[in-house]
């Protein structure tokens, strides 16, 4: 097992938006000067630090469940269980651009020009956002069971993709060699026989090394070109829901708390359950 060095820190938040429904995901203005948020309610929503100007940009017939903010294009782009991605400018109620998706979005990636989306009954999505959007490949999962993550390489020649059945697929996105493409197993108590869902994966982005989080707790790194594990982390007590690394990669960064891998029963009997966010050194 690897060691983890945590650094005890304060913070204090700059922002702070109390919903009346479930938030989903959100990111970042590629500039940080915005921060874009959705949930269960449909709402896409966008708060200015320049300005401290919150307010809606656009929605969703149902709750958002995945957004990214698409520099090349300056749009931010949002998906669904309404079965779309849309494009929003900001600037209009209605989005500039909707791409119609076979089932609801459950998660998504884009770097750059390259965009990887997977929706209910396993169907995977290639988009080429080079010039609009464009659908570029469109094919069924090599998992057996639901998508739960996704990352495209730092190269963008192919991409990760993590299930509630613990494994994660590489896959390539360019190129027909079916030899490039494997699955391998994580997130997995053998003795008890127990399978936890991969939350997240992402790609360190210097070294390419792949790592994954899951609801067993830990987290581990992995050499996907040479298909070995490359250090194993001790789990915490709470599952593991999102993971990344800072731009230099000298940093790691996950978060824990309930994921609802085990019901709403489980949090309704332990009402006090944490969430935390950890930072360790984040290159080997």
């Not at 609802?260 to 080997?284: C, V």
Request: charged share 20%; glycine share 8%; proline share 4%.
């Amino acid at each position: 097992y690897g060691e983890i060095l945590e650094a005890q820190a304060t913070a204090t938040p700059k922002f702070m938006d109390v919903q009346a429904d479930p938030l989903l995901c959100s990111c970042w203005s590629s500039d940080g000067n915005t921060i874009f948020y959705g949930g269960c309610d449909g709402i896409v929503n966008a708060y200015s630090f320049q300005s401290s100007v919150k307010g809606a940009i656009g929605k969703h017939d149902k709750p958002v469940s995945w957004l990214k903010w698409i520099k090349q294009h300056n749009l931010l782009m949002s998906g669904s269980w309404d079965k779309t991605l849309r494009l929003w400018d900001g600037r209009q109620p209605l989005p500039v651009f909707t791409q119609p998706l076979p089932e609801r979005l459950y998660c998504g990636d884009v770097n750059e020009e390259v965009g990887v989306f997977a929706t209910a009954e396993r169907h995977i999505l290639i988009l080429d956002l080079s010039s609009g959007v464009k659908l570029y490949k469109q094919f069924l999962s090599p998992l057996r069971f639901q998508s739960r993550c996704c990352r495209v390489f730092n190269n963008k020649k192919g991409f990760a993709l993590g299930s509630i059945e613990g494994r994660v697929a590489i896959q390539d996105i360019i190129g027909d060699d079916e030899s490039n493409n494997y699955t391998f197993q994580c997130h997995r108590d053998k003795e008890k026989n127990v399978i936890y869902s991969v939350n997240d994966v992402a790609f360190h982005p210097e070294s390419g090394i792949l790592a994954t989080c899951g609801s067993d707790g830990g987290f581990a790194w992995w050499n996907k070109d040479e298909r070995k594990l490359e250090k194993a982390f001790k789990n915490v007590n709470l599952p593991i829901t999102h993971c990344g690394w800072n731009f230099s990669g000298s940093i790691f960064c996950y978060a824990s708390g309930y994921d609802w891998s085990k019901g709403t029963k489980y949090k309704t009997d332990h009402p006090t359950l944490p969430t935390q966010i950890y930072l360790t050194q984040g290159k080997q």
